[in-house]
C-alpha cells in the first residue's frame, strides 16, 4: 500500500542530512533517477507500472502525488519535505503535480524498461479483472 517513509535524518553543520540505506525501503534499488528544471507547474505521470515498485522524494518545491490502485482505492500525498520519501507498489495508476522549481527524486526497482509501463487507462483498469 502507498505510504509515507520518515527517512533517517541529521542536523549538523547548519543543515539536515537525509539518507536512503539498507532496509530503510522495501526494495532492493536498481535505478535512481531525478526530474528537474521545471519551468511551470507541470502534470506529469499518467501511467502505472506493471512490475516495478518506486520511493519519491521531493528535494525541493512541491509535488502532489495521485495514486489509484486497481481495486480503485485512491491516495494523495502532498511531497515537499526531503525528509519524507513516498513510497508505493506495482500496478498503481500515477499522477503528480510538480511546482515550478521542483526537484524531485525517484528510486525503483527496476531498470528502465518501456514495455513495463501502463499508459492507458482503461488497460490499467483491465488489470484487475
Ligand atoms: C514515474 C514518475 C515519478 C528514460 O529514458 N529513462 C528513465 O529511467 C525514465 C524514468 C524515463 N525515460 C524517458 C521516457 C520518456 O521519454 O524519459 C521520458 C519521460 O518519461 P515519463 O513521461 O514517463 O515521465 P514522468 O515524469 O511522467 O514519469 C516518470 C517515470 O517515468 C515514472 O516511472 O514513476 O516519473
Same mark, same amino acid.
Given at each position: 500500500m502507498p505510504r509515507i517513509i520518515e527517512l533517517p535524518e541529521t542536523e549538523a553543520k547548519g543543515g539536515r542530512l537525509s539518507f536512503i540505506e539498507?532496509?530503510?525501503?522495501p526494495f532492493g534499488v536498481k535505478r535512481v533517477f531525478w526530474i528537474y528544471d521545471i519551468q511551470e507547474e507541470t502534470e506529469r505521470g499518467g501511467h502505472a507500472h506493471l512490475n516495478a515498485e518506486q520511493v519519491l522524494v521531493c528535494l525541493q518545491g512541491h509535488v502532489q502525488v495521485y495514486l489509484e490502485n486497481t481495486k480503485g482505492d485512491k491516495y494523495s500525498f502532498s511531497l515537499s519535505d526531503p525528509s519524507k520519501a513516498l513510497y508505493f507498489p506495482k500496478q498503481h495508476w500515477l499522477k503528480m503535480s510538480c511546482d515550478t522549481g521542483t526537484i524531485l527524486m525517484v528510486l525503483a526497482s527496476?531498470? =528502465?524498461?518501456?514495455?513495463? =509501463?501502463?499508459?492507458?487507462y482503461d488497460d490499467f483498469k483491465a488489470l484487475e479483472l
Open positions: 539498507g532496509e530503510n525501503i527496476n531498470e =528502465y524498461n518501456e514495455e513495463g =509501463y501502463v499508459r492507458d
